[in-house]
């Protein structure tokens, strides 16, 4: 339909549809900003790292 990758990506107005205006501008507040006693509580309830097993002598 289209015969060049210009016309599949651009709309009729010319703009691109990754730059689309969002319609709820809201929900990227939150995941900006995290505040210090919920970053601690993540800290605290992540469990520790498996340790990682000696291989020993090759």
Do not use: Y
Not at 19 to 32: A, I, S, W, Y
Not at 33 to 47: G, K, M, W
């Amino acid at each position: 339909m289209w015969t060049n990758v210009k016309d599949a990506t651009e709309m009729p107005s010319g703009e691109t549809f990754m730059n689309e205006p969002r319609e709820t501008p809201e929900q990227d507040g939150p995941l900006k900003e995290v505040p210090e006693d919920v970053r601690e509580n993540l800290e605290e309830q992540a469990p520790p790292p498996d340790p990682i097993p000696d291989p020993g002598p090759l």
